[in-house]
């Protein structure tokens, strides 16, 4: 009994004891802390963003890991804890010490202040002195430290260029790069007022320059993809210091010389961080040079050029950015060129069925006017929609228009015995549309991306050319037998070509240091042409002449799809590769309707893509890409019916013919000893070329010219076309500088190889010419102090020509001493020169066989070098007028002399009045820069 009495009280107190609990108040709940977003960007003591960095961020209810973006920054998502400790690390720095932050837990978003990281001081047996090294090497950019340069004061950035290694800059604002040359100007990683180099380099102060890059470019889109596809250019990227990032900007000279020379121009800019106003504006008579027949000569004689520009870039709100240039160019070029032509003709005599090398050399002489003018308007306006989404629209209007007027004599010899005498005067008008959309997609991943592109343009083309021609055919060697053609025609062409192309590119991460690339195209190229022959007969009266007229439309559509694994997204990656693949249908169909064919021509390629970096260190790397490209023949090249709207070069298409396939490979190797301060870099590249198509030239009896039996046949060259393999090009170029005494002295040995092996088909017969060329360059750049400054360089330029049909070559050399420099004194006066003495073989018809060319100046500072006159003589000794020599496919070469004027002096007047100031970070934010300088 007393037990269950015990059992009954225990009982009853527990359930007295949960009613008086549930009866009691209860106290309120705290809600769940919320999740929280947390941000940085990650900095080097340069205040350069770093790419790729690691963090890690831990705490008691957290483990997480990310890498910064390609703008420094990082994000960290639903963060449980904001007591948190933060690591971060990248290849080439120290790692940071744990660090702990305590947050408020009621803040959703958190933005950190930025994390600088202290550079290794030895990284991989490379001692790194004097704080950061002055040149250092990233994927796709190689950065140049600006304040290790010394210039000075007021000078330009082309002053700045031309103490940096592997830098060379032409007088007229051309910059080349380790052999390469440079197609771009940005300023803090926007296109800079049109993207001219010229006009940056030339303009814009040294004073202002913090960084210099030279970007491997691949184009607007692969930027907003990431996407890499096809050759990159070379651009040059300059970043402002911080402190001077605010300033405005405006040049003013006049010139004017003997000869008719003068040049005058007003420069003006505002730049304010992103922002930039420029306006250009330009009158001068210019020398072209000597001219040449191939890729390496000019126009010869000279040019009266016109020019404008205005370009602004600024943002309208928020979220819109738009960068519009408008400019406008017209120039007058008249030459006066002479050439002597050597070339030779594989001849098969049709009765012994031999063949027989016959040379025929030509005498060419002429005079030409070309005047034109051309108007240039583009936009580009970024919608930042959100943090995820962004449009881009680029729409484009040129009108270009000239008038030509040119007259040439001939006079041949040999196998081809014939005297010509021929007047041309052509109109050409091309106005041209275009617009592009891009939009791109950002997923909660930052690295998981959709983009979509489309573009149209539409380039219509009309030219109208009489032409009036008096040929002599000399029937024999003594010319006192004869026949004469008169041709008296106009020829009216008509090009419309319609382009479309919409492309999709999707890419997902598939862990923090790789990813897949995925892209699809679609192009379609439609072509409408029409080129009409009318004769004009003495009495004025013009009739269509039916022969000699062309009329086809055709289309070329061409698909591309694309699949790409990348790896290496992130700085500790010392090795970094991309491989895929691209598929390529094809569809090449039209019609010509002047004589009632049609064609239609289906093709697929497999192009591989391969590219692989390796970074020791952030000043030594090496570099490889493989990419490859198909080629279609062109309609005319396909069609199995004769052209004979040039009488004396009919043409005839081959259906047969195979698309061109050619591999592409380029390599790179950098090294910077900042200990030392030397630099040494190696770039090579190789293409392959299979199924080349190639002219073949056959020689056939003219049909308009009746001969009797005693008479010398008249020839004309029929072309044809074949695939032939075998096609291929090496090419190297080389730089090494060394500098000494804290930047004073500069020693620098660069040079180039060329190895072209070409070939071409005369008769059926196969010529391979293989063309050789070197290029060394030797000497110092000694600036001991700011009043003294001589740089003496000895060169030698040498190329070779062999031909396996002729069993022939050619050599031609040059060899050149150089000497440029600066001498300042009484404070404000300046006295510089140029000189160059070549000695030149190989080259008989040279009007100057060693030239020595003298160039100088005297000039006096006004207003703290604010203003400056000087008094400029060119070519004192009047020798610049040499032959260039080109080579030709077929085992001959040309020979141009023009008339360069190169002799003549010039009185130059400039004032420069400038202020620069620092960017302010937005609400007293510091300043936030993405790694090409931009502001965020």
């Known amino acids: 009994m007393k037990k269950c009495a015990f059992i009954l009280l225990a009982l009853a107190m527990f359930g007295t004891t949960q009613i008086n609990a549930q009866n009691k108040p209860s106290k309120p709940v705290a809600p769940p802390l919320p999740l929280r977003e947390i941000s940085g960007i990650v900095k080097d003591s340069t205040d350069l963003e770093v790419i790729g960095a690691t963090v890690s961020l831990t705490s008691d209810k957290d483990t997480l890991k990310t890498a910064t973006n390609n703008n420094g920054v990082f994000v960290f998502k639903n963060v449980k804890s904001a007591t948190y400790t933060i690591v971060v690390q990248s290849i080439g720095y120290m790692k940071t010490p744990a660090m702990l932050f305590k947050q408020n837990d009621r803040i959703p978003r958190i933005v950190m202040d930025p ?544 698309a061109s396939f050619t591999h592409t490979i380029r390599s790179e190797y950098n090294n910077y000893l900042a200990d030392i301060k030397m630099n040494y870099s190696l770039n090579m590249n190789a293409s392959f070329t299979q199924n080349s198509v190639v002219n073949n030239t056959i020689d056939v009896l003219d049909p308009n010219v009746v001969v009797g039996p005693n008479q010398k046949a008249v020839y004309i060259s029929e072309t044809r076309y074949i695939n032939v393999n075998g096609s291929y090009r090496l090419a190297g170029n080389y730089s090494v500088s060394r500098q000494f005494g804290n930047r004073k002295y500069n020693l620098s040995f660069s040079g180039s190889a060329n190895y072209n092996h070409r070939i071409s088909m005369s008769n059926g017969d196969q010529n391979i010419n293989t063309v050789k060329t070197f290029i060394e360059r030797f000497g110092p750049r000694i600036n001991p102090s700011d009043w003294f400054e001589v740089n003496p360089y000895v060169s030698h330029n040498y190329t070779k020509s062999e031909n396996t049909l002729l069993k022939n070559q050619n050599e031609t050399s040059t060899l050149a001493f150089n000497v440029d420099g600066k001498i300042y004194f009484l404070k404000s006066w300046l006295f510089g020169y140029s000189a160059s003495k070549n000695y030149v073989s190989g080259i008989k018809a040279n009007l100057t066989s060693n030239p020595f060319v003298v160039n100088a100046y005297l000039e006096k500072e006004l207003l703290n070098r604010r203003g400056k006159i000087s008094l400029h003589a060119f070519d004192i000794l009047n020798q610049n007028n040499f032959v260039n020599r080109d080579y030709n496919d077929n085992g001959g070469y040309t020979d141009t002399k023009s008339n360069a004027l190169s002799q003549y002096f010039m009185l130059r007047l400039s004032m420069r009045l400038q202020k620069w100031s620092g960017a302010k970070g937005r609400k007293g934010q510091p300043i936030r820069r993405r790694g090409d300088g931009s502001f965020m």
Do not use: C
Not at 400 to 427: C, E, K, M, P, V
């Open 115 to 658: 994390i600088v990281l202290k550079e290794e001081k030895n990284t991989l047996n490379t001692v790194v002195i004097n704080g950061e090294p002055s040149i250092t090497y990233k994927t796709d950019t190689i950065e140049y430290k600006a304040s290790d340069y010394v210039v000075r004061e007021n000078s330009t950035v082309d002053e700045l260029l031309k103490k940096m290694e592997g830098m060379e800059v032409g007088t007229d604002g051309s910059l080349v790069h380790n052999g390469e040359a440079v197609l771009k100007a940005k300023l803090n990683g926007k296109e800079y007022l049109g993207g001219d180099v010229a006009n940056a380099i030339k303009n814009l102060p040294a004073e202002i320059v913090d960084k210099i890059q030279i970007v491997d470019d691949y184009g607007d889109e692969a930027a907003r993809t990431g996407v890499k596809d096809g050759d990159p250019q070379k651009i040059l990227n300059i970043t402002t210091r911080t402190d001077k990032s605010v300033g405005n900007l405006l040049r003013l000279n006049t010139a004017g010389g003997n000869n008719k020379r003068y040049d005058a121009g007003i420069f003006g800019t505002r730049i304010n961080g992103n922002q930039q106003i420029g306006v250009r504006t330009g009158y001068k008579n210019t020398v072209n040079g000597v001219a040449g027949s191939g890729g390496g000569g000019g126009t010869g004689g000279t040019t009266n050029d016109g020019n404008a520009s205005f370009s602004i870039r600024d943002k309208i709100g928020k979220k819109i950015e738009v960068n519009m240039n408008y400019g406008f160019n017209g120039n007058d070029i008249n030459a006066l060129n002479s050439s002597f032509t050597h070339s030779f003709t594989n001849f098969r005599d049709p009765v012994t069925q031999k063949d027989t090398l016959i040379a025929t050399n030509t005498t060419r002489g002429n005079v030409s006017d070309n005047n034109s003018k051309n108007h240039n308007f583009k936009a580009d306006i970024d919608f930042e929609l959100d943090s995820n989404n962004f449009i881009n629209f680029s729409p484009s209007i040129n009108y270009s228009s000239s008038l030509s007027l040119r007259s040439d004599s001939s006079y041949q010899t040999g196998f081809r015995h014939q005297r010509q005498i021929s007047s041309n005067a052509s109109t050409n008008t091309r106005p041209q549309l275009g617009a592009a959309i891009s939009y791109t997609h950002r997923f909660g991943n930052k690295r998981r991306r959709l983009s979509l592109h489309a573009n149209l343009n539409s380039n219509n083309n009309d030219v109208e050319q009489q032409r009036e021609a008096n040929i002599v055919y000399f029937l024999n060697e003594d010319e006192t037998e004869r026949r004469d053609s008169l041709v008296n025609r106009i020829i009216a062409r008509k090009n419309l070509q319609n382009t479309y192309r919409g492309s999709i590119t999707y890419v997902e991460p598939l862990s923090l240091n790789t990813q897949l690339e995925l892209n699809a195209q679609l192009n379609y190229n439609g072509y409408s042409n029409d080129a009409t022959t009318r004769n004009v007969t003495p009495t004025g009266y013009s009739e269509v002449i039916d022969s000699l007229s062309n009329i086809f439309d055709y289309s070329f559509t061409q698909a591309r799809i694309s699949l790409n694994f990348r790896y290496g997204m992130v700085n500790t990656s010392k090795f970094r590769f991309s491989a895929g693949l691209t598929g390529i249908p094809s569809l090449l169909s039209g019609t010509k309707v002047s004589l009632g064919t049609s064609t239609e021509r289906k093709s697929f390629n497999l192009i591989p893509i391969a590219r692989m970096e390796y970074l020791w260190s952030r000043q030594h790397k090496i570099s490889l890409n493989y990419s490859g490209s198909a080629n279609e023949p062109s309609f005319d090249q396909i069609q199995p019916v004769k052209d004979v709207s040039n009488p004396q070069n009919p043409r005839i298409g081959n259906p047969d013919l195979k």
